[in-house]
């Protein structure tokens, strides 16, 4: 940058915001100022006419300006979604993370390992709200013998009592974590194979000739190599699955103690009319998803030095 | 360095400007039109057209699509040729739309919607005495829930009476059961039908994301049963909170059928998972899984649809629920968003006791308009049509009427309590969303 070099290649000041202009227009229209009056109707009460302050309730707690915000950390039905979403998180990341590395590695030692992973990876290509009406269907719950719902058809057949997947509380929440996994395993296999193709086979050569096995090349070589993509893998899902929307407004619409962040989200907004505690919930939403994004990009940047 | 931090600032407050500019715009649009009334206004009694040109337009959003869109035209069809305005309708059950239209500065001529949306929406709607409405048409009890803060904003169009239960008179003659006409003979003939090993009710009310509403139906007519309309009203203005007594011990006579097997097809599990629809057809499968459903009168034309060999009357028909002082019912709405001749020849056709007979003549579920009365072709309807007339009180449905989040608060309670959830903090919960929609 020191270096002032004479000609054409000089430019002047102007010219790099230039070419950012049609980003920072974009960004600003579409992330910027939406931002900005998210933030500011969260503190409006809920039908804009006023403060939070003004919808608060004589004899009983109230945050004044953030009222929105008292709604949306400590009403039950906050809670049960923030219960909820820490559980999809450890369920639903573990789960694709692990069942994708298990396969990326198990489809590298087979010949038909191309249609191996993409059976694995069809369910991407179906909407979040196809996949919720065919597993609706999976988990369907019939009251007569004959039960329509695969899931019960099978218990059924084999002599058993049919089981209400989708109302059962403590069942319900990861019956759904199932379908999400069943869609994003894909994802993160596809991710993994590439990094493990990437893994030099010269060292996995030298570890074998040196005597070690299978268990301990994995453990000991093809992971500490591949660490960095498991990282962003590992927070992209947990952004994926702090959003996670469409898989319950479309099997359990949040009934029956299923709810989630995004989906109250939307019930407020679209159900309740409520755009004070719709934006504070999604207010929070960003907060909570900003240390994932944070390792998200330091990795990236670390990534890049490295190259 | 000074300059490059600048020139950003400087760009986002131009850009600032403008999107404050478009937003303001977007507000007063509607108050500009409103002086144009007083020009058309003289013209009212000649012209059925109000002065509006063939080929304007009028855009419309409603939730009908198939054969019910076909109905409305029909319906509006008289209206079109005569005018000749170009209707450019939009269908859609998805209210996130009409939202995002109505926020964007852009909303449709007239939409037909909730009842609820005239509050929503009741500092931009066009009020029906501006707009020539022929209000005397129409029965008191039927104009007050579109009557917002003292202004009418919505025209009632089509009615449907939700105090009826379904059922098989073919059935119950074969097992020799008589429609009851109190509430003890309902107990009774419920208690007759458990030992004689048949279910009673079918009462699943699965719904996507509005589940529990055809609990909330239920509960409601149990409430004018053991409190009457009074009651149900002082829920409305919020006189009688959510928690009484009087919702609770209604709350347990439903629940008591609605989570035991003995009562209801699956038990709690079959409430919650059924679709409303499939619990309608139950009663009507051969053989027959319950004897009774209690649902709004729509669910005729879901019997129809699935065996269309059943005849009313004789396969499938239905009674008022014995003992309920008055009726609850509810009511699509209309209303207008702008101001222009063509909406008011549209309005002041379909308020006329005309529309009123051509709404009734199309089949079109119930007419409030007066001049329905003895139009109605088929005999459910008539028989509808019939106990709407007779009915001695109104209630609209509690959870359409009260705003807010008072609704899905009340749906998420009933789900709650029949899936083994506490009661009475489903209640307050309940109570809470009602206080603060009425604050």
């Given at each position: 940058m020191a270096k002032r070099s004479s000609g054409i290649m000089r430019q002047k000041p102007l010219t790099p915001w230039l070419y950012l202009l049609p980003a920072l227009i974009v960004m600003s229209t579409f992330i910027v100022y939406p931002g900005f009056n998210t933030f500011y109707l969260s503190i409006r009460n809920n039908d804009n006419t006023?403060?939070?302050?003004?919808r608060c309730m004589d004899g009983q707690p109230c945050w004044g300006i953030f009222e929105n915000y008292r709604y949306a950390l400590t009403s039950t039905i906050m809670q049960t979604a923030f219960l909820n979403n820490l559980k999809w998180i450890v369920l639903m990341v573990s789960g694709t993370v692990a069942l994708g590395l298990l396969i990326a590695v198990l489809a590298d030692k087979v010949k038909y390992e191309s249609l191996a992973k993409s059976i694995i990876f069809l369910p991407m290509a179906i909407s979040f709200v196809g996949a919720g009406v065919i597993w609706k269907f999976v988990y369907n719950y019939g009251t007569t013998q004959v039960q329509v719902g695969l899931l019960n058809a099978i218990i059924t057949s084999l002599g058993g009592e049919p089981v209400s997947w989708l109302t059962e509380p403590n069942i319900n929440t990861i019956a759904l974590i199932v379908v999400g996994i069943w869609m994003w395993t894909g994802f993160c296999m596809t991710i993994l194979a590439a990094a493990l193709k990437g893994v030099s086979v010269e060292i996995l050569e030298a570890a074998r000739v040196d005597g070690a096995n299978e268990w301990q090349v994995f453990w000991k070589i093809m992971i500490p190599q591949i660490l960095p993509t498991i990282t962003v893998v590992v927070t992209t899902m947990i952004i994926n699955v702090l959003k996670i929307f469409d898989i319950v407004y479309v099997m359990t619409g949040g009934n029956y103690g299923t709810e989630v962040i995004a989906n109250r989200m939307y019930i407020e907004m679209y159900k309740n009319y409520d755009p004070g505690r719709a934006s504070a919930i999604a207010v929070l939403l960003i907060i909570v998803i900003i240390p994932a994004m944070i390792m998200n990009i330091r990795r990236f940047q670390k990534q890049e030095e490295t190259r | 360095m000074k300059k490059r931090i600048w020139l950003p600032i400087a760009l986002l407050t131009i850009i600032a400007m403008v999107l404050v500019s478009c937003q303001t715009a977007a507000e007063t649009t509607p108050a500009e039109e409103a002086p144009a009334e007083e020009v058309v206004e003289e013209e009212v009694v000649e012209d059925p057209c109000m002065g509006a040109q063939p080929g304007d337009e009028i855009s419309l959003l409603y939730q009908w699509s198939g054969t019910e869109e076909e109905m409305l035209n029909e319906i509006l069809a008289p209206f079109v040729e005569e005018c000749g305005v170009v209707l450019v309708p939009e269908s859609t059950r998805d209210q996130a739309l009409l939202d995002t239209k109505v926020q964007a500065g852009t909303p449709p001529d007239i939409a037909f919607w909730n009842v609820a949306q005239l509050e929503q929406y009741k500092d931009i709607l066009v009020s029906m005495d501006d707009l020539g409405a022929h209000g005397e048409n129409y029965k008191d009890f039927f104009k007050t829930p579109g009557i917002i803060d003292g202004v009418w904003l919505g025209l009632p169009v089509k009615a449907d009476i939700k105090t009826i239960i379904w059922y098989s008179p073919a059935v119950f003659a074969a097992k020799g059961y008589t429609v009851p006409t109190t509430w003890a003979e309902l107990d009774t003939l419920v208690e007759a039908m458990v030992a004689n090993g048949d279910v009673p009710w079918s009462m699943g009310m699965e719904s996507g994301d509005a589940t529990g509403w055809t609990g909330s139906d239920f509960i409601q007519d149990i409430l004018l049963v053991q409190q009457g309309p009074d009651y149900v009203n002082k829920l409305i203005t919020g006189e009688v909170a959510y928690n009484d007594a009087g919702v609770k011990q209604a709350y347990e006579t439903y629940g008591k059928w609605a989570s035991d097997a003995t009562y209801t097809v699956g038990g709690a599990e079959g409430t919650l998972s059924t679709g409303f629809n499939d619990a309608i057809l139950k009663v009507f499968s051969d053989p027959a899984e319950a004897m009774m459903v209690k649902q709004s009168g729509f669910a005729g034309g879901t019997v129809t649809e699935q065996y269309p060999d059943m005849v009313y009357g004789e396969d499938y028909d239905f009674f008022a629920?014995?003992?309920?002082q008055g009726m609850q019912g509810g009511a699509d709405w209309l209303m207008v968003f702008n101001d222009t001749p063509a909406v008011r020849a549209l309005i002041s056709y379909l308020s006329s006791l005309e529309g009123g007979a051509n709404w009734a003549k199309a089949g079109f579920d119930l007419s409030p308009n007066m001049g329905a009365d003895g139009n109605y072709v088929s005999p459910a309807l008539i028989k509808k049509g019939a106990a709407l007339a007779n009915a001695t009180g109104f209630t609209p449905d509690l959870g359409d009427t009260i705003p807010g989040g008072f609704g899905s608060a009340e749906w998420a309670a009933i789900v709650s309590y029949i899936n083994g959830g506490d009661l009475d903090a489903a209640l307050d919960s309940v109570a809470q969303a009602q206080a603060e929609a009425l604050q």
């Amino acid at each position: 940058m020191a270096k002032r070099s004479s000609g054409i290649m000089r430019q002047k000041p102007l010219t790099p915001w230039l070419y950012l202009l049609p980003a920072l227009i974009v960004m600003s229209t579409f992330i910027v100022y939406p931002g900005f009056n998210t933030f500011y109707l969260s503190i409006r009460n809920n039908d804009n006419t006023g403060w939070a302050g003004t919808r608060c309730m004589d004899g009983q707690p109230c945050w004044g300006i953030f009222e929105n915000y008292r709604y949306a950390l400590t009403s039950t039905i906050m809670q049960t979604a923030f219960l909820n979403n820490l559980k999809w998180i450890v369920l639903m990341v573990s789960g694709t993370v692990a069942l994708g590395l298990l396969i990326a590695v198990l489809a590298d030692k087979v010949k038909y390992e191309s249609l191996a992973k993409s059976i694995i990876f069809l369910p991407m290509a179906i909407s979040f709200v196809g996949a919720g009406v065919i597993w609706k269907f999976v988990y369907n719950y019939g009251t007569t013998q004959v039960q329509v719902g695969l899931l019960n058809a099978i218990i059924t057949s084999l002599g058993g009592e049919p089981v209400s997947w989708l109302t059962e509380p403590n069942i319900n929440t990861i019956a759904l974590i199932v379908v999400g996994i069943w869609m994003w395993t894909g994802f993160c296999m596809t991710i993994l194979a590439a990094a493990l193709k990437g893994v030099s086979v010269e060292i996995l050569e030298a570890a074998r000739v040196d005597g070690a096995n299978e268990w301990q090349v994995f453990w000991k070589i093809m992971i500490p190599q591949i660490l960095p993509t498991i990282t962003v893998v590992v927070t992209t899902m947990i952004i994926n699955v702090l959003k996670i929307f469409d898989i319950v407004y479309v099997m359990t619409g949040g009934n029956y103690g299923t709810e989630v962040i995004a989906n109250r989200m939307y019930i407020e907004m679209y159900k309740n009319y409520d755009p004070g505690r719709a934006s504070a919930i999604a207010v929070l939403l960003i907060i909570v998803i900003i240390p994932a994004m944070i390792m998200n990009i330091r990795r990236f940047q670390k990534q890049e030095e490295t190259r | 360095m000074k300059k490059r931090i600048w020139l950003p600032i400087a760009l986002l407050t131009i850009i600032a400007m403008v999107l404050v500019s478009c937003q303001t715009a977007a507000e007063t649009t509607p108050a500009e039109e409103a002086p144009a009334e007083e020009v058309v206004e003289e013209e009212v009694v000649e012209d059925p057209c109000m002065g509006a040109q063939p080929g304007d337009e009028i855009s419309l959003l409603y939730q009908w699509s198939g054969t019910e869109e076909e109905m409305l035209n029909e319906i509006l069809a008289p209206f079109v040729e005569e005018c000749g305005v170009v209707l450019v309708p939009e269908s859609t059950r998805d209210q996130a739309l009409l939202d995002t239209k109505v926020q964007a500065g852009t909303p449709p001529d007239i939409a037909f919607w909730n009842v609820a949306q005239l509050e929503q929406y009741k500092d931009i709607l066009v009020s029906m005495d501006d707009l020539g409405a022929h209000g005397e048409n129409y029965k008191d009890f039927f104009k007050t829930p579109g009557i917002i803060d003292g202004v009418w904003l919505g025209l009632p169009v089509k009615a449907d009476i939700k105090t009826i239960i379904w059922y098989s008179p073919a059935v119950f003659a074969a097992k020799g059961y008589t429609v009851p006409t109190t509430w003890a003979e309902l107990d009774t003939l419920v208690e007759a039908m458990v030992a004689n090993g048949d279910v009673p009710w079918s009462m699943g009310m699965e719904s996507g994301d509005a589940t529990g509403w055809t609990g909330s139906d239920f509960i409601q007519d149990i409430l004018l049963v053991q409190q009457g309309p009074d009651y149900v009203n002082k829920l409305i203005t919020g006189e009688v909170a959510y928690n009484d007594a009087g919702v609770k011990q209604a709350y347990e006579t439903y629940g008591k059928w609605a989570s035991d097997a003995t009562y209801t097809v699956g038990g709690a599990e079959g409430t919650l998972s059924t679709g409303f629809n499939d619990a309608i057809l139950k009663v009507f499968s051969d053989p027959a899984e319950a004897m009774m459903v209690k649902q709004s009168g729509f669910a005729g034309g879901t019997v129809t649809e699935q065996y269309p060999d059943m005849v009313y009357g004789e396969d499938y028909d239905f009674f008022a629920v014995p003992g309920a002082q008055g009726m609850q019912g509810g009511a699509d709405w209309l209303m207008v968003f702008n101001d222009t001749p063509a909406v008011r020849a549209l309005i002041s056709y379909l308020s006329s006791l005309e529309g009123g007979a051509n709404w009734a003549k199309a089949g079109f579920d119930l007419s409030p308009n007066m001049g329905a009365d003895g139009n109605y072709v088929s005999p459910a309807l008539i028989k509808k049509g019939a106990a709407l007339a007779n009915a001695t009180g109104f209630t609209p449905d509690l959870g359409d009427t009260i705003p807010g989040g008072f609704g899905s608060a009340e749906w998420a309670a009933i789900v709650s309590y029949i899936n083994g959830g506490d009661l009475d903090a489903a209640l307050d919960s309940v109570a809470q969303a009602q206080a603060e929609a009425l604050q």
